[in-house]
């Protein structure tokens, strides 16, 4: 059995949630869009098409953003053909996935989705096949108020009120080789610069994200993030990061800490962001927008090339295991330990291709593993994000050395005084005896408001309750289907308060959400 020590102390804290870093992505790529979100016909419909039992799932699972229409798929779109009346609406190839695309859903339709949803937009324009123009007429059909054509053509099309989207990405993925008008840094760099001029021209308080590299392994990270911050800083606000885990060639070891990559990931794009700063003399702060992130098995993918072109082709849905579970929750907990310059994150994507939500054309809608990590993290976090001091055993990995087996974070929150605790244990074999020292949350109790006791000390964790859901398998293989939607779900563990000491043993590939609560509040 290892063993892990954790210090949880409210003056070390790394800073206030940032809730955008539970965002997810919708990329008009095989099943998310058509037959995934959107089903006219389905007997959940509703009156635009859109799937209530998909809608559901989504409330539950609770991402606060949402990036739409790609990917890929963004780089050869022309935003036109989505909007005006369905019937005149183009059939179109999208070259990026080899796909019929209808055009049936497009940016308003989008946008109404996401507002009656509640989730804020993040939209990507077109720097691939398209450029300037077709962005700022895009900002412009979003955004205007009516009285120019461009906002006109959007009131005819049943939107009178502008779309008001804070949020935008310069592209996609324009490092990659792969990606419709793939551009050396230099050439994004020049593009990006001048299309997120011209849209700060139009509206200034706009946030504007630079593609910054596909994964850490391209060849051009690092230089990539340089060359185009150097060019854009002014004019841009975050750089945006992509990274999908695999085991590869059967390393568990190393795909259970891959949150190590994330993070490092993250650590070098702040730095280099960093250093343009200071090479320009200045203080601002380029954040970091981790919009793809999640477990893709991408081995099993033989590329776009080999696609047979298909309208809403079954692609890449892949079927998640309570380990990919885990390794999702651990990817999470990195993205909160990393919420002082993470500025978005999205889970890629949000039903059937590569998703936490699954569903079958005419039939059900239903949760893979994953979905229960991310809902259960942007439920129950809340407050500040506390910088946890960690003793703990290592696992040996081939990919990053030695690592903690335990990996965690916390969140205070200072109206409620609820604590959540988030934690995952890494090892594949060994349980993990975790204690978690709250000595100085009771110490500092008067300073975070509703903890006060008599004098400012010692009312907590005194009558206060513990709530612990795991998530873990005797069969780290397990997962949902159609037939069995239930098989991983998460269930109750045996955390307990001694005192002011939490304790816990945590079983092998686990992951860990232990509240510590008034207990009047779910
Ligand atoms: O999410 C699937 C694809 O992965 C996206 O279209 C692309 O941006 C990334 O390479």
Known sequence: MGVASVRLDPAFAVGPLNRRIFGTFVEHMGRCVYTGIHEPGHPT????????????????????IVRYPGGNFVSNYQWEDGVGPKEDRPTRLDLAWRSIETNQVGTDDFMSWASRLGIEPMLAVNLGTRGMTEAIELLQYCNAEPGIELSDRRVKNGHPDPHDVRVWCLGNEM???????HKTAEEYARLAEETAR??????????LVACGSSNRAMPTFGTWERVVLDRCFDFVDHISAHAYYEPVDGDLDSF???????????????ATADHVAAVKGSDKRISVSFDEWNVWFQARFDGESSLEIREAPELIEDVYS??????????LITLMQHTDRVSMACQAQLVNVIAPISTRAGGPAWRQAIFHPFALTARYAAGTVLRPAVV????????????????TTATLDPETGDLVVFAV?????????????????????GSVGSLGGEGGR???????????????????????????????????GDAVLDGSTLRAVLPPISWHCIRITEGNNS
């Not at 419909?45 to 606060?64: I, K, M, Q, S, Y």
């Open 198 to 207: 011209a849209m700060k021209r139009f509206d200034d308080s706009l946030e």
């Open 256 to 270: 259970l800490a891959c949150a190590e990559d994330m993070d490092r990931f993250i650590r070098a794009v702040v």
């Open 392 to 407: 703990s055993d290592a696992v040996q990995t081939q990919a990053y050395g030695a690592v903690d087996q335990l990996l």
């Open 175 to 181: 490092d990659g080789p792969w990606q419709m008008g």
């Open 322 to 331: 309570v380990t990919d579970a885990v390794v999702v929750g651990s990817l």
């Open 425 to 445: 244990n890494r090892s594949r074999t060994e349980d993990c005896a975790l204690t978690i020292d709250l000595d100085a949350l009771a110490h500092s109790a």
């Open 458 to 492: 010692a009312a907590y964790p005194a009558g206060r309750q513990v709530e612990h859901l795991t998530l873990h398998d005797a069969d780290p293989n397990a997962h949902n289907t159609e037939a069995d939607p239930e098989r991983v779900v998460p269930r109750a």
């Open 45 to 64: 419909a509703d009156e635009h098409g859109f799937r209530t039992d998909v809608a559901e799932l989504v409330r539950e699972l609770g991402p606060t």
